[in-house]
């Protein structure tokens, strides 16, 4: 049997094949019982989706002709508030929050949750770590990973498609799951993280956790507009390297996330955080891409110009937000070397996870004399 993969998203019905060729050769390939297959632009890689519904798992499906990974819109937009105008009243015990300690978007939520001390406010289930062809999934064999107790599901894709049997989107990390009525609140991480911290400011353990402000009104401005460029050019800037398709595509992600890299080192040199002298969202959104630089993407997505401990004022702001309470509970580099090493076999193929980098986040780091 041959085919010709030409473009994302073919249909093969009741199908898997097993094959591995650049874009438009044609191969002989063997198939095997249900699935279907997600073609990428360029090379025919391929995972097993949830259902008939097309439920995409992985970045693959989102490479576009020129081989850039292009990251795609978050569908779930509801939002919690304090008086429940939305619909969604901010209450303790009715929200839960499905994370990977892996990935940088869920570990921003994991963050504020700890922050505002949301921990018996908001529940928690953590996946395992291999994001495999069934997607995100449940264990209680793997260290700090557990089942779901919320939903009982086996894969995550179970959850998304009990909000929505029709839901065709892709499954992502962190999902905010409403206990009450049953279904998806938001996925979008950025959006989350606002809401944890103005819409349950009464909930919070202590008045200080209440009191904090990661999105002031005199800053918002400021933070947005860090936020503008932070975003593409370092959050999502690892993945377009990582995720290239083309040597095009990698050297110009390359230039823009080192460029970004060396405007954060310039802010911090004039102040302690990226907005001024106060912990903001801004910092934590770009906190959880630093933690796993050196560790991860320097190696693993070819970022290998230079290292965060390349860039002392840089790796000193990492080590003051690492070092704040609650914070360092909130990062695991095992499941972060894990996850990437072992869950990206295109760009991994033996799944090797190596042992270093050796980094000290509790050093001394000084930021608070500035």
Request: net charge positive; hydrophobic share 35%; aromatic share 12%.
């Amino acid at each position: 049997m041959f085919f010709t993969c030409t473009r994302i998203g073919l249909p093969w019905q009741r199908t898997r094949t097993l094959a591995t060729a650049v874009t438009r050769e044609r191969v002989p390939c063997r198939t095997l019982p249900f699935g279907k297959l997600v073609y990428t632009q360029r090379f025919c890689n391929m995972t097993s989706l949830a259902t008939d519904a097309d439920v995409k798992q992985t970045w693959r499906t989102s490479m576009n002709d020129k081989g850039e990974f292009v990251r795609k819109t978050s569908a779930f937009r509801n939002w919690i508030t304090a008086d429940g105008s939305s619909g969604f009243k901010a209450e303790a015990n009715r929200y839960h929050l499905y994370v990977s300690l892996a990935c940088p978007w869920a570990h921003r939520a994991l963050i504020v949750r700890k922050l505002k001390g949301l921990d018996d406010v908001i529940s928690v289930t953590v996946v395992d770590w291999l994001l495999g062809e069934g997607g995100w999934s449940f264990t209680d064999a793997k260290p700090k990973c557990s089942l779901d107790t919320v939903n009982n599901s086996t894969f995550l894709k179970e959850v998304y498609l009990k909000a929505n049997p029709e839901y065709s989107g892709s499954i992502t990390v962190p999902c905010l799951w409403d206990k009450q009525k049953q279904t998806v609140v938001n996925n979008e991480s950025s959006e989350i993280i606002r809401m944890f911290n103005s819409e349950f400011n009464t909930l919070g353990k202590t008045d200080e956790q209440r009191k904090l402000n990661l999105y002031p009104e005199d800053l918002k401005e400021k933070i947005d507009a860090v936020n503008e460029w932070v975003y593409p050019q370092i959050n999502n800037g690892v993945y377009r390297c990582g995720f290239a398709r083309s040597q095009e595509a990698y050297n110009g992600a390359v230039k823009e996330l080192f460029d970004g890299l060396d405007k954060v080192e310039a802010v911090l040199s004039k102040s302690r955080y990226l907005a001024g002298n106060q912990l903001t969202e801004a910092d934590v959104r770009l906190f959880t891409t630093l933690v796993r630089f050196d560790t991860v993407y320097h190696t693993h997505f070819k970022t290998n110009k230079r290292r965060i401990v390349d860039y002392p004022n840089t790796w000193a702001c990492v080590r003051d937000v690492y070092q704040l309470p609650g914070v360092a509970e909130t990062v695991d580099q095992e499941h972060i070397k894990k996850h990437y090493f072992e869950s990206h076999k295109s760009i991994n193929p033996f799944g090797i996870v190596p042992v270093g980098p050796d980094l000290d986040f509790m050093a001394p780091h000084n930021r608070d004399k500035m």
